[in-house]
């Protein structure tokens, strides 16, 4: 693009929703603060080093690093320097940091310095030019020793509206995981959509908990904040009396289930807590019809439940104004199109019939990251996205996720929806929630599977959830096993993951 042209950049919108340079951005729980004007000048300094590491327009930085204030700074300036921002789940091992590094090929990798020697012989083997180190604190490491000694001044470097601004792999739990790449264009569209669709004004206080390797952390609630010109308490982690002490401060909170459900567990939550606060959020994994009950009675708030993927960013929402319905993740979000298909033929199916789900809009990425065929694959000629994810759309417009696509049990022919047996066990006097999945059975193809998890002091036997299921499903919906298990396995985002439980009980 010519440089006449008004830049897509991100950065540059983020720049023109910004307050004045004194408000703050960030406070973190021992109360350091960042105001807009210093991190707009970190930003800057930030990207007057990656440039003199040689990070051109389009080169990719990649990112495993504690969640710090300086890791935020550090994506900011990679957004001005036009560079793409790779972020890195710090729980990948060395050997699956082989594989994303080797795909994604960065100009630079930011580690832990503790890492620095093993992801340096690492880097070198994969032709990597630098590795520089930021510590868990943010106030250690060489890229922050580098940022001290650069300037604050960098003309940011325009970039149009389909330019990559960051690379997401997503989590992968069949083959191998893909780069998601995602525009200036995705992450304004989306961000500037949710800002206003959850009413995010300069006043809002966000309690920041998650990670920031992932869209919720990184690009929702992050993104969000600035757009509106906000304010965040970040947090290192999730705690939950951390949290507490620190609601009466916020107006808002972003959160997967398992926040909610631990917040439940302490008497301090109520109303008189909560009583400055104007919306909570919850993303990532199923929130349960129960949880969303509890804390409503307990805080007079109904949870705001959304739907979105690391391909799309968000897709729909529950109304900000308006019933903010149990089980359902809302309408779609204004500017994005959604309809269920038959899996088969991708047909569009009426309201109320299960299909997949499929989306378009100015929120859904351009592809994966040197996979042509596997993109194509994913999109219909009319620019679709499959997303993968099964899912009903009732008479009101609002959607309802009932599993992943894979996750679809076929037992005797018949299709059996693991939602559907879920919510049935997870109704048992004593169950504490469930998961139902396949495992190979020489009758039927798919036996379908329970993993049960008890109350404390509850005492069910597999023959008892069985015979109490009998009248409340088809034969081929019952489940011809059932495990009990002290929890079930989740990743960082708090995503049961059936992959785990179907190797283990296959």
């Known amino acids: 693009m010519g440089r006449s042209a008004v830049s897509a950049n991100l950065f540059d919108l983020i720049v023109s929703h910004a307050p004045e340079a004194g408000r703050r951005f960030l406070r973190t729980g021992d109360g350091r603060d960042i105001t807009y004007g210093e991190a707009i000048d970190a930003a800057g300094r930030l990207a007057n080093v990656l440039a003199s590491l040689g990070v051109v327009p389009g080169d990719r930085v990649a990112a495993q690093v504690e969640k710090s204030p300086e890791a935020i700074l550090l994506y900011l300036g990679c957004l001005r320097a036009g560079a793409v921002y790779l972020p890195l789940n710090t729980g990948y091992t060395l050997a699956e940091l082989e594989y994303f590094i080797g795909d994604a090929e960065p100009r630079v990798v930011v580690c832990a310095p503790e890492k620095a020697e093993a992801i340096a012989a690492l880097a070198g083997r994969l032709g990597v030019a630098h590795v520089e180190t930021l510590g868990e604190d943010g106030r250690t490491g060489s890229l922050v020793e580098k940022a001290a000694a650069a300037s604050p001044a960098f003309a940011t470097v325009p970039r149009g509206p389909g330019d990559l601004a960051a690379i997401l792999y997503t989590s992968g739990t069949t083959g191998r995981s893909k780069g998601a790449m995602l525009t200036h264009a995705n992450l304004a569209s989306n961000a500037l959509t949710l800002k206003d669709c959850w009413r995010f004004t300069a006043d809002d206080v966000l309690i920041h908990a998650l990670p920031i390797f992932h869209t919720h952390g990184l690009f929702v609630a992050t993104n969000i904040v600035l757009m509106a010109g906000a304010s ?158 099964l899912g009903v759309v009732d008479a009101r417009g609002y959607v309802s996720i009932v599993g992943r696509g894979k996750d679809l049990i076929i037992s005797g022919g018949f299709n059996v929806y693991p939602k559907e047996v879920e919510g049935e066990i997870d109704a048992l006097a004593g169950v504490e929630e469930s998961a139902v999945f396949g495992t190979p059975h020489p009758d039927f193809g798919e036996g379908v599977t329970a993993a049960v998890v008890l109350k404390p002091g509850a005492a069910l036997t597999e023959a008892e959830v069985i015979a109490a299921l009998r009248d409340r499903l088809a034969a081929y919906k019952l489940p011809k096993r059932v495990f009990f298990v002290p929890h079930l396995p989740r990743n960082t985002m708090g995503k049961v993951q059936k992959n785990v439980l179907r190797q283990t009980y296959g």
């Open 232 to 389: 965040m308490i970040f947090l290192p982690k999730f705690d939950a009396g951390e949290i507490i002490r620190l609601m009466p401060e916020a107006t808002t909170m972003m959160g997967v289930p398992t926040f909610y459900v631990r917040l439940l567990q302490d008497p301090r939550l109520d109303k008189a807590l909560t009583a400055n606060m104007r919306l909570f959020v919850s993303g990532s994994a199923p929130l349960l019809a129960e949880t969303h009950h509890a804390f409503e009675a307990r805080t007079g708030h109904a949870i705001l439940e959304r739907y979105g993927m690391t391909e799309t960013n968000m897709n729909t929402s529950n109304p900000y104004d308006g019933a903010r319905i149990a089980g359902t993740v809302g309408p779609p979000l204004p500017g994005v199109e959604l309809r269920v298909t038959d899996a088969e033929t991708g047909k569009p199916l009426p309201a109320g019939e299960i299909g997949m789900i499929e989306v378009k809009g100015p929120n859904v990425f351009c592809g994966y990251w040197r996979m042509p065929e596997k993109t194509a694959a994913e999109f219909r000629a009319d620019g679709f996205f499959i997303t993968g994810d």
